[in-house]
C-alpha cells in the first residue's frame, strides 16, 4: 500500500458509487474498442497539421493508448491522484485513519465522475509504473454492464474488450517520456447515443482532444514536472489555515455544496497566500491546456468531422443538463471549475492564434517563463504583447 493514498480501498468504493454502464453484445464491444484505437491513431497526424507540432506529434504518438470501463477510468484516476500526492503526504506524517478517510472520499468522488468523463491524458505516467487498470476486466462488472471478457482479431499490440491498449512505440522506447491517454468505452458509447452523434465522428472528435493534450506535453517536454511541482507543493504547504488536514477537513463539507449556486468555492477559505498563488499558476496552465484541445478538435472541420455542426452544440446541451446531487459532487471534485477552465481558455486561445497564428502561438509550449499568468488568461492582450515583445 502506498504511504499516501490507499489505491485498493478507493477503487472499490468508487467501483460502489459508479452507475451502470450501457448494455452491448460482445461484438459491438470489439468494434468499439477497434474504431476508438483507430481513431486515436489517426488523430495525431491532424493535430499536428493544425498545430504545426510535427516532431511533438511523432514523439506524443508513442504514448500508450488505453481503452477501459469504467471500474478501469476509476483507477486509472485515482492512480493519477496518487502519483501527484503520495511525495508530499508521506512527508507530512498523517495519521492512518486520516489516509483512510480521505481515500475512501477520493474514491467516491470517483466514482461519481467516472459516469461522465470521456476520457483524460495522463502526462504523469511511466512505463515503470505498476498498470493496475486493467483489474477484474476478466468478467461481467457489478458496477459496468459491459462485458470486457472479449477477444478479437485486432490489429497487432491490441487485444479485444475494455482495458487493452496500445502503442506505437518499440521496445527499447524511454519510459522517460511516456504519458497516456485514457478512453473510457461505456461513456463514449453513452454520450454519443444520448446526442445521437455519429459514432465514427464522435469517437475521432473525442480522441482529437485527448490527442492534443499528448501533442502538449510532448511540445512542452518539461510541464509534467512543473505542474507536480506544483500539485506537490499545493499539497505540502503548510501555512495555517491550508495545511493538509485542513484539505481533508474540506471534504467533511461536503453538505455545504448543496447550498445556493453563488455559493464561493469551498476551497477557497481553507488556502494560504502561498496555495493560493500555486492554485492560480496551475489553474491558469491548465485553463491554457484544455482551452487549446478544445479549439483544435473543432479546427479540423466538417472536411474530417463530418457532423461536426451537430455535434459541438448537441454537446454542450448534454454537459449543461446535470442534476443537483451531480452539480454538487461535481464541484466538490473541482470539475465545475474545469468546464470553466475550457471557456476561459478557449478565449485566451482564439485571441493568440489570431494575433500571433499557430506558429507564433507554440512559443507558449517553449518554458515556463511563456505560461500565461492568471492575469495574462483574463487579458489576452497582455500576453500577446509580453511574448511578441
Do not use: C
Request: no cysteine.
Amino acid at each position: 500500500m502506498s504511504a499516501g493514498i490507499n489505491v485498493g480501498l478507493a477503487t472499490r468504493i468508487g467501483a460502489l458509487a459508479a452507475r451502470p454502464g450501457p448494455v452491448i453484445t460482445s461484438a459491438e464491444g470489439i468494434h468499439l474498442v477497434a474504431d476508438l484505437h483507430g481513431q486515436v491513431a489517426k488523430a495525431f497526424g491532424y493535430v499536428a497539421e493544425i498545430t504545426g507540432l510535427d516532431q511533438a506529434a511523432a514523439r506524443a504518438a508513442q504514448s500508450e493508448t488505453l481503452i477501459v470501463d469504467r471500474r478501469g477510468l476509476i483507477r486509472s484516476l485515482i492512480n493519477t491522484v496518487e502519483e501527484l500526492a503520495k511525495t508530499a503526504w508521506k512527508d507530512e506524517g498523517l495519521s492512518w485513519p486520516a489516509r483512510q478517510t480521505a481515500s475512501a472520499q477520493l474514491g467516491a468522488l470517483t466514482g461519481v465522475m467516472a459516469y461522465r468523463v470521456l476520457g483524460h491524458y495522463d502526462p504523469f505516467y511511466r512505463q515503470s509504473l505498476p498498470l493496475a487498470v486493467n483489474e477484474a476486466l476478466t468478467r461481467d462488472e457489478t458496477t459496468d454492464s459491459l462485458r470486457s471478457d472479449v477477444t478479437s482479431p485486432l490489429p497487432a499490440g491490441r487485444s479485444g474488450g475494455f482495458g487493452t491498449r496500445s502503442a506505437a512505440r518499440s521496445n527499447s522506447f524511454s519510459a522517460v517520456t511516456a504519458g497516456r491517454i485514457v478512453l473510457a468505452a461505456p461513456n463514449i458509447l453513452r454520450f454519443e447515443r444520448e446526442i445521437e452523434a455519429d459514432p465514427r465522428d464522435f469517437h475521432l472528435w473525442v480522441a482529437l482532444h485527448e490527442v492534443t493534450h499528448a501533442v502538449q506535453f510532448a511540445a512542452a517536454p518539461w510541464l509534467a514536472d512543473w505542474l507536480r511541482e506544483r500539485f506537490e507543493a499545493l499539497i505540502g504547504a503548510d501555512n495555517e489555515p491550508g495545511s493538509p488536514s485542513e484539505f481533508l477537513r474540506a471534504f467533511k463539507r461536503l453538505p455545504d455544496l448543496f447550498a445556493d449556486e453563488a455559493m464561493p468555492n469551498t476551497w477557497s477559505p481553507l488556502l494560504s497566500p502561498v496555495q493560493s498563488s500555486l492554485l492560480a499558476q496551475i489553474t491558469a496552465a491548465m485553463s491554457l491546456l484544455e482551452g487549446h484541445a478544445d479549439i483544435i478538435m473543432d479546427a479540423v472541420g466538417p472536411k474530417v468531422v463530418r457532423t461536426l455542426e451537430h455535434l459541438r452544440p448537441r454537446f454542450e446541451a448534454r454537459r449543461l443538463a446535470r442534476g443537483r446531487l451531480e452539480r454538487a459532487v461535481r464541484r466538490a471534485a473541482g470539475i465545475e471549475a474545469k468546464t470553466a477552465q475550457y471557456v476561459q481558455g478557449a478565449v485566451f486561445v482564439r485571441a493568440g492564434l489570431a494575433a500571433l497564428g499557430h506558429e507564433g502561438f507554440n512559443a507558449v509550449f517553449s518554458s515556463p517563463a511563456t505560461l500565461p499568468t492568471a492575469a495574462e488568461m483574463d487579458d489576452p492582450a497582455a500576453w500577446i504583447a509580453r511574448i511578441s515583445g
